[in-house]
């Protein structure tokens, strides 16, 4: 149960980063925690204590085994995620460019 | 049955071959995009045909059967969504032809429309939960490059805030994606289903409800979670809002919200009556906040969310004559609004400003966007013989049929409020006297006008589609969210023949 609160924690900490901190790339760290804990929940999801990876092998029983579609499902949320970190990132360069600062409450040119 | 993997399929290719060639050979990009979107359309007209006959398709991904592999559905919402967007993409592209001249790179424009159009297809098409979320993620990440493709300060703030915020909508999303697998351990929507309906009713589904409830309604631009649509969608080049507002926020968060409402949680009466509140606030908000804009996109963003309130608010009635007219004033919706959009961009293309105090009278020197204009305003705003008229008709009869009274009346309101400002868009734009320095421009080309002229006419007779001739295509996508959980046994039966 530890380890659930834990990465609830984890959570909690990205997306009160997200939405307090005025540093754009703080927000940016703050959405790869976000992430990292949803992907921990996941991997959690399919863990045992003491299981192995179920790898089918001659004259070899696995009788204690994590379940492994949870960690493909992470590997491909990690790609999406190191995706969208690299374009906002980008983003966020560029838009160091324009306005000079990383301070996301002097960048709003956009009301109404 | 193959050709329901060619949905995503051309879109993905057409990407691929668009970024290799597109730099060596000039007009590849504009030739294989519109050829890749033009035989999307025809495919998916063709799903109507193929939904008729066999009700439900499946196709096995890489030939796993269905709950251990990835499979495509193909059923009667599935094929109502397919024929929607990729009418709308299909003369978006065609627009694109002359309009993104103005822009530098067009082969990298078409390759990331590809990618959008790839990513909302596979949604539509997708019979799992997590391929659902990887398709989301493409077209999201696509449209989060979109909206940033002129790369000036506003764009690249309102595609930061879009990232960010539909980023958060992400992690929900696929949070609510891990729980759900942590309770039924499979990841294929109808076995989902199977096994939920197996288990007595836990406060843990209703969690996930809320979950993703939170996260499509981000997706959505419902209007708690609005703040990000007023700022991305006028910030885009008009081909790509017109596709925002016009389709991608209805796939990513209306198809999505009933897909998982009606058919895989099958949601009680307390969760629809969320949506009807929502949808009643996003409608009242979004109304309001139009009448007071001064750009003509800006006007049309906060009017999509108006617009898409109508949309949930029918969902959540629930009746089978409030799904259809949902569903019915979805297509409106997708085709009035992309015709406002692009008659936007043809403003834009020929006076440079999309500032309404500075246009006036351009409907002598544009004809044919002032009538597009005007039968696009006419339409979302309901007047009479026009599609929107007979889509937000059946909406309040609907209301009216369940015993909502007070919201039916709200819904009217919000009608006469949605034709307020659509005159005051007319009559800044179009109408009065036109201004000296206006008096040089010239009509958009060829290839805009036609795309516009098509959408204005489907704008026109849209109203057709609940006559008896044509009312079997709505009406196969309103019984596949009527039948509810019976969705599960449709998949089951399709895989075994």
């Known amino acids: 149960m530890t380890e659930y609160i834990l990465c609830l924690a984890l959570f909690c900490i990205g997306l009160y980063c997200v939405l307090r901190k005025r540093n754009i790339i703080k927000i940016i760290i703050g959405l790869g925690i976000m992430e990292y804990a949803v992907n921990l929940f996941f991997v959690l999801v399919g863990y045992k204590t003491g299981g192995r990876a179920p790898i089918l092998a001659k004259d070899q029983v696995v009788s204690n085994m994590v379940d492994p579609i949870p960690q493909a499902l992470v590997l491909t949320s990690i790609v999406i995620g190191l995706a969208v970190t690299a374009l906002i990132v980008a983003i966020a360069i560029r838009l160091f460019e324009r306005y000079g600062t990383f301070d996301i409450t002097k960048i709003r040119r956009l009301k109404g | 049955m193959t050709v329901l993997s060619f949905y995503v399929v051309i879109p993905l290719g057409g990407a691929f071959l668009i970024s290799l060639l597109g730099k060596r050979i000039k007009s590849s990009g504009d030739i294989l995009a519109n050829l890749s979107t033009f035989s999307l359309l025809v495919f998916s007209l063709y799903s109507i045909k193929l939904v008729f006959i066999n009700k439900v398709l499946v196709y096995n991904v890489g030939g796993w059967v269905a709950p251990i592999g990835i499979c495509m559905v193909l059923d009667g919402l599935s094929s109502f969504m397919l024929v929607t967007v990729n009418l709308v993409s299909f003369l978006v592209t065609l627009y694109s032809i002359s309009y993104m001249e103005r822009y530098t790179d067009k082969a990298k424009f078409y390759t990331l429309f590809m990618l959008m159009l790839a990513g909302m297809n596979g949604i539509i098409i997708t019979g799992d939960l997590f391929n659902l979320f990887v398709f989301l993620e493409i077209a999201s990440i696509a449209s989060y490059a979109l909206v940033a493709f002129g ?102 968060g209306v198809y999505a919200i009933c897909r998982i409402f009606f058919n895989i949680i099958a949601a009680s009466h307390k969760a629809f009556f969320i949506l009807v509140v929502l949808g009643l606030i996003s409608m009242i908000v979004g109304a309001f906040l139009a009448i007071a804009q001064n750009d003509i996109k800006r006007m049309f963003a906060y009017s999509s969310i108006s617009q898409i309130g109508y949309i949930i608010f029918a969902l959540g009635i629930g009746t089978p004559l409030a799904i259809f007219g949902g569903l019915f004033h979805l297509f409106n919706h997708a085709v009035f609004k992309s015709t406002l959009f692009l008659t936007s961009g043809a403003i834009e293309y020929s006076v440079n400003t999309r500032d309404l105090r500075k246009l006036g009278g351009l409907s002598s020197r544009l004809p044919i966007t002032g009538y597009t204009g005007l039968l696009g305003s006419m339409s979302i705003s309901g007047i009479p ?21 007070i919201f039916a009346t709200i819904a009217v309101l919000v009608s006469v409020i949605t034709l307020a400002y659509y005159l005051k868009f007319q009559s800044y734009a179009f109408f009065g006297k036109l201004d000296e320095a206006l008096i040089k421009i010239k009509e958009v080309p060829l290839t805009m006008r036609l795309s516009m002229i098509t959408l204005g006419l489907i704008c026109a007779i849209s109203g057709l589609l609940c006559v008896p001739a044509f009312k079997p295509f709505l009406q196969s996508a309103v019984s596949v969210l009527l039948s509810g959980n019976a969705y599960k046994d449709a998949v089951f039966n399709a895989l075994i023949r």
Not at chain 2, 385 to 405: M, N, R, T, Y
């Open chain 2, 151 to 252: 790369t000036e300060a506003e764009e690249l703030e309102a595609s930061f805030k879009y990232a960010v915020i539909g980023s958060v909508a992400s992690s929900l999303i696929l949070l609510g994606i891990a729980i759900l697998y942590s309770y039924t351990s499979t990841l294929n929507m109808a076995d989902i289903s199977s096994v939920l309906s197996g288990k007595p009713q836990s406060i843990l589904v209703n969690f996930v409800l809320v979950i993703f409830l939170t996260g499509f309604a981000i997706k959505a631009a419902l209007v708690p979670f609005h703040a990000w649509l007023p700022d991305a969608h006028p910030s885009a080049p008009a081909p790509i809002s017109a596709m925002l507002s016009g389709v991608l926020i209805k796939v990513l």
């Open chain 2, 385 to 405: 013989p026009l599609g929107g008229f007979w889509s937000k008709l059946v909406i309040i009869f609907a209301a009216l049929q369940a015993g909502h009274f």
